[in-house]
C-alpha cells in the first residue's frame, strides 16, 4: 500500500494541447483528486526588472523557470504539505503578487513545455507523458490563443515564433519526447490516450484514499 501521490507529467511543445489534456483528464475524477501545477506559473520573477527588459528575455529556454521552487513545492505537496503556489502573469511578462494556497491531493499533474527536461523532475513522475502536435498546428493555436488570452499582437506571435519558440522547440522540448512512457498524438481529443491515463490513475487511487479523506 503507498500512500504517496501519483506524479504525472505532460510535457510537450507550446499549443501542443498539454492544458486541454490536462483538464480531460481532471473532468473525469472529483475536484478534490488531482492537483494542477503548471510549470509556467514557475517562471523566474521578474518584478525587479523594466517591462521593456522583459520582453527580451528567452521564455523557452530552461534557465527561464525556476525549477528549484517547483521542485521544493512538489516534494512538500508529496509530503502532504500545503503549498503557496505563485500565479503567473503572461501580459505583464512576471508573476503577480498573488499566491494561491494549495493542498495536497492524490495526484498532482504537472504540466509545461519542459518538465521533461529537467532529470529532477523527470525522477519524481511516476507516469511521462508527451503530447506531440505538428508544429503547424501548434502555431495556428498559439496564434489564436496568445492575441486571444495573452494580450498579443499578431506581428509579435509570429515573430517570437520564428525567432525563439521555434529553435528552443527543436533544442530543448522534441529531446525530450523520448522520455515519455506515453506519447499523445494531437492532444485532449484523443480520448484512447485520455482513457488510458485515467485508468492507470484509477489503479493507483484504488490501491489508498485514506489519507485524504
Ligand atoms: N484538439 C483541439 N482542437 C482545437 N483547438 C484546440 C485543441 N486542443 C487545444 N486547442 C486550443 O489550442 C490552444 C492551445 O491549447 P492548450 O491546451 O492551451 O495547449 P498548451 O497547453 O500545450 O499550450 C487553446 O486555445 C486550446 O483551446
Ligand atoms: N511571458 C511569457 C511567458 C511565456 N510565454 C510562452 O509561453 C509558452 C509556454 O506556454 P504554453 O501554455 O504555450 O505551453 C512558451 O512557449 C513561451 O514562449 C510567453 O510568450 N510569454
Given at each position: 500500500?503507498?500512500?504517496?501521490?501519483?506524479?504525472?507529467?505532460?510535457?510537450?511543445?507550446?499549443?501542443?494541447?498539454?492544458?486541454?489534456?490536462?483538464?480531460?483528464i481532471c473532468q473525469r475524477f472529483?475536484?478534490?483528486?488531482?492537483?494542477?501545477?503548471?510549470?509556467?506559473?514557475?517562471?523566474?520573477?521578474?518584478?525587479?526588472?523594466?517591462?521593456?527588459?522583459?520582453?527580451?528575455?528567452?521564455?523557452?529556454?530552461?534557465?527561464?523557470?525556476?525549477?528549484?521552487?517547483?521542485?521544493?513545492?512538489?516534494?512538500?505537496?508529496?509530503?502532504?504539505?500545503?503549498?503557496?503556489?505563485?500565479?503567473?502573469?503572461?501580459?505583464?511578462?512576471?508573476?503577480?503578487?498573488?499566491?494561491?494556497?494549495?493542498?495536497?491531493?492524490?495526484?498532482?499533474?504537472?504540466?509545461?513545455?519542459?518538465?521533461?527536461?529537467?532529470?529532477?523532475?523527470?525522477?519524481?513522475?511516476?507516469?511521462?507523458?508527451?503530447?506531440?502536435?505538428?508544429?503547424?498546428?501548434?502555431?495556428?493555436?498559439?496564434?489564436?490563443?496568445?492575441?486571444?488570452?495573452?494580450?498579443?499582437?499578431?506581428?509579435?506571435?509570429?515573430?517570437?515564433?520564428?525567432?525563439?519558440?521555434?529553435?528552443?522547440?527543436?533544442?530543448?522540448?522534441?529531446?525530450?519526447?523520448?522520455?515519455?512512457?506515453?506519447?499523445?498524438?494531437?492532444?485532449?481529443?484523443?480520448?484512447?490516450?485520455i482513457?488510458?491515463?485515467a485508468?492507470?490513475?484509477?489503479?493507483?487511487?484504488?490501491?489508498?484514499?485514506?489519507?485524504?479523506?
Amino acid at each position: 500500500m503507498s500512500d504517496k501521490p501519483v506524479v504525472i507529467g505532460v510535457a510537450g511543445g507550446s499549443g501542443s494541447g498539454k492544458t486541454s489534456v490536462t483538464q480531460s483528464i481532471c473532468q473525469r475524477f472529483q475536484d478534490k483528486t488531482i492537483l494542477v501545477i503548471e510549470q509556467d506559473y514557475y517562471y523566474k520573477d521578474q518584478s525587479h526588472l523594466p517591462f521593456e527588459e522583459r520582453l527580451n528575455t528567452n521564455y523557452d529556454h530552461p534557465l527561464a523557470f525556476d525549477n528549484d521552487l517547483l521542485i521544493s513545492h512538489i516534494h512538500k505537496l508529496l509530503n502532504h504539505e500545503p503549498v503557496q503556489k505563485p500565479v503567473y502573469d503572461y501580459k505583464l511578462y512576471t508573476r503577480s503578487n498573488e499566491v494561491i494556497k494549495v493542498e495536497p491531493k492524490q495526484v498532482i499533474i504537472l504540466e509545461g513545455i519542459l518538465v521533461l527536461e529537467d532529470q529532477r523532475l523527470v525522477d519524481l513522475m511516476d507516469i511521462k507523458t508527451f503530447v506531440d502536435t505538428d508544429a503547424d498546428i501548434r502555431i495556428i493555436r498559439r496564434l489564436s490563443r496568445d492575441m486571444k488570452e495573452r494580450g498579443r499582437t499578431l506581428d509579435s506571435v509570429i515573430e517570437q515564433y520564428e525567432n525563439i519558440v521555434r529553435p528552443m522547440h527543436l533544442q530543448f522540448v522534441e529531446p525530450t519526447k523520448r522520455y515519455a512512457d506515453i506519447i499523445i498524438p494531437e492532444g485532449g481529443e484523443n480520448h484512447v490516450a485520455i482513457d488510458i491515463i485515467a485508468t492507470k490513475i484509477e489503479q493507483s487511487l484504488s490501491r489508498d484514499t485514506e489519507k485524504y479523506q
